[in-house]
């Protein structure tokens, strides 16, 4: 199988020797307590994959960058985007291109493209495959504005959907139910929240290791998916009622596992694989793409995706919190 796109536990297999190594670094504003550093072969090439968090530095961050390019394969942005994409409109937050820049020579990606693609493929595969039905399934969403892809393929799965970005984002109590909907206040939303200063956007630094404060925790009860961000649902989860559950997530380590499990938390789907105990954003799996078929984010393709996905027979992640197993 050439260019393997390992991103399920049958398909994912740890790195051997160091012969044609790739570097793909994520350097995230979050806290530097989550970094993780892993080898595992992705796209058919040996790769060492690695997270720097600079603890809601921005300058820090951004000094990182600079100092990495070159002498990496690829870069990935964590802890914010740089792109909105809301049905083939695009919003470019500030702070997120002032990092981008700071590189010149290596690929830097902020996984978005990924989402577009990866997000709603893993929702595709859980409509034909996964441990419960989809159809009909009711799913909060706590954040689409930066999920838009994936918010589409619920629906269109069938999906009961609430999306809470008004709601946890700003602390209104109005829920969103209409895609269309969605849709027109995410635009209104995109077009100021551009140009906010990071901190104000997304959790970053020690604020991700803040312990949860319940917000609306109706909304989390009454869902039988909670989808979205991890640090957005961690940052908001109510104490009890979670029971049975199932979490659509992307970016987990064994404490976030833990913690979803005490709760009581059934499923945990990943949209990306487990690597040595902690599961990557899409911004490190877009970069892996990039460094394997050497190109700039730019140049990726829906058919590199597509045929990537295909090559793979990628599914998601799916581990049962109650028995510890995983399958996908």
């Known amino acids: 199988m050439c260019r393997a796109f390992c991103l399920s536990r049958l398909s994912c297999k740890v790195a051997e020797g160091g012969r044609g190594l790739k570097r793909v670094v994520s350097v995230s504003l979050g806290s530097s307590r989550r970094d993780h550093t892993a080898r595992a072969v992705?796209?058919?090439?040996?790769?060492?994959?690695?997270?720097?968090?600079?603890?809601?530095?921005?300058?820090?961050?951004?000094?990182?960058?600079?100092?990495?390019?070159?002498?990496?394969?690829?870069?990935?942005?964590?802890?914010?985007?740089?792109?909105?994409?809301?049905?083939?409109?695009?919003?470019?937050?500030?702070?997120?291109?002032?990092?981008?820049?700071?590189?010149?020579?290596?690929?830097?990606?902020d996984?978005?493209?990924?989402?577009?693609?990866?997000?709603?493929?893993?929702?595709?595969?859980?409509?034909?495959?996964?441990?419960?039905?989809?159809?009909?399934?009711?799913?909060?969403?706590?954040?689409?504005?930066?999920?838009?892809?994936?918010?589409e393929a619920l629906t269109e799965a069938g999906c009961a959907m609430t999306y809470g970005d008004l709601m946890f984002a700003t602390g209104v109590p109005y829920p969103i139910h209409s895609l269309d909907e969605l849709a027109e206040i995410a635009r209104k939303m995109a077009r100021e929240m551009v140009k906010l200063p990071i901190h104000m956007i997304y959790s970053v630094g020690v604020s991700q290791e803040a312990s949860p404060e319940a917000r609306f925790p109706e909304a989390y009860r009454d869902a039988d998916v909670i989808a979205g961000d991890f640090l957005f649902i961690r940052r908001f989860l109510p104490p009890d009622g979670l029971d049975g559950k199932a979490v659509l997530t992307n970016t987990t380590t064994a404490a976030d596992r833990e913690l979803l499990r005490t709760l009581g938390v059934r499923y945990l789907i990943t949209t990306s694989p487990v690597l040595e105990g902690r599961t990557f954003g899409n911004n490190v799996m877009e970069a892996a793409l990039c460094a394997a078929l050497n190109k700039v984010p730019e140049k990726l393709t829906e058919g590199d995706f597509g045929?990537?996905?295909?090559?793979?027979?990628?599914?998601?992640?799916?581990?049962?919190?109650?028995?510890?197993?995983?399958?996908?």
């Open 42 to 109: 992705l796209f058919g090439e040996d790769m060492e994959v690695s997270r720097r968090g600079c603890d809601g530095d921005l300058e820090r961050a951004i000094a990182l960058v600079a100092e990495l390019d070159g002498h990496v394969d690829a870069i990935g942005l964590g802890g914010l985007d740089v792109y909105l994409f809301i049905r083939g409109e695009r919003y470019v937050i500030s702070d997120g291109m002032r990092l981008m820049q700071a590189a010149s020579r290596s690929p830097v990606t």
């Open 111 to 151: 996984g978005s493209a990924c989402k577009r693609h990866l997000e709603p493929a893993a929702v595709r595969w859980l409509a034909a495959h996964g441990p419960f039905p989809l159809d009909g399934a009711k799913v909060l969403m706590v954040s689409a504005l930066d999920r838009f892809g994936m918010a």
């Open 307 to 328: 045929e990537a996905l295909r090559a793979a027979d990628y599914r998601p992640a799916v581990i049962d919190l109650a028995s510890g197993e995983q399958g996908g």
